[in-house]
């Protein structure tokens, strides 16, 4: 196991799952829950004779940031993309019904608990979706992720961390999108069809995937902070994406009910500002949607480093 | 076109060395593998299981895992391996990065 202290300056993009997991909580406090020596893989490749996993390419446990119990979900990018069949769905579902569960008891048996001690989740993406080999039990598992998001509400706050190598994709896209805060790097990517499918189904004129400054200035973390998309923008180590779960852990549930991008009569009209102002500017680069927020020289947003970034950037409000 | 699995015995007269924790290394990632090595009362021996969708490679293997047996003088552990297609090389290194995190941990 990696020593907690190195794990701190490592870059988050080039992390494992494991890494990221036992790095983003206090040290020594993580314990992973149906980890590798409990060998629960995938029946469903085995039987299709692709290699297997004992973790299912998803690392569950809980851990502890100061006060606040921390229940971790990461998921493993190398892994068969980081996508999510049916041991790896029932792994990261049931790690929320346990926060739930265990947010009802505590507060049940300890009544003037402060903010601080309350459970949070947190889930590291890096995932395209449901995993096809399984698609069924993929799908059913993003759908029970998001009804149990929705059970979490104004109990457990989900804090989405986006910014390794594969990004967020596919039904994880609207996965993370259900969540109440997204903290991504300027390397984290989260969309819903990935480039190279788009490209696929629409031509290289509509989406050219191997332009790699299009895809991220299309999909990647300085895109959907200026739109809104992502709530936090830090720097790619995972001392910097601890420090902001810190910071947001004590806070109240009300406050993060205020980040969400989905789930009430507001947002629904935001997003609903957001598709009437695309079909009126008729974008042709994600840099149109930067002018639009008031940044007069957008193109230069692109390579400026991640501090003087954030210092100048103007956000689009809708 | 199920998963193929080896398993087989080492047993070395010399094997003394045992290791102090259970470890879990590697990603099943393309070209590479992940390793569980645990400690176990094998009378002296290693035993070795292997789950890859590679087949006829089984004599390369156990080569393989001679040689990293051979080299640790390794005894009483239990060895569980899921391959994606790792070369020898590979899996000589992730033995031996399991092999140092269960001994200095």
Known sequence: MSKWNDLQEHSFLESNARDRALGIVDDGTFTELAGPFDRLSSPHLELLGDAVAFDDGLVSGVGRIGKTPVFVVSQEGRFIGGSIGEVGGAKMANTIKLAIDFHDKLVADYPDLSEEEKPVLVISFETGGVRLHESNAGLLAHAEVMDLFQKARGKVPVISLIGSKVGCFGGMGFVAAATDVIIMSEFGRLGLTGPEVIEQEMGKEEFDSSDRALVFRTTGGRHKYIIGDANFLVADTIAAFREKVAELAPLPVAAFEEMRRVGSPETVERQVRGVALAAEMHPQDARDVWAKAGNDDPASLTDMPLAAFLGQVKRLSV | ?105
């Open chain 2, 1 to 105: 076109m199920a998963l193929h699995t080896v398993e087989f015995d080492i047993k070395l007269n010399t094997g003394t060395i045992t290791i102090d924790v259970p470890t879990h290394t590697g990603v099943v990632g393309s070209s590479d593998m992940e390793v569980l090595m645990e400690p176990k009362d094998l009378e002296g021996g290693v035993s070795v299981r292997i789950v890859t969708p590679v087949t006829g490679f089984d004599d390369l293997w156990k080569r393989v895992l001679d040689k990293f047996v051979n080299e640790t003088a390794l005894s009483d552990t239990r060895i569980e391996i899921n391959d994606n297609n790792a070369t020898p090389a590979v899996v000589l290194l992730r033995l031996r990065q399991a092999f140092s995190q269960a001994t200095t941990d």
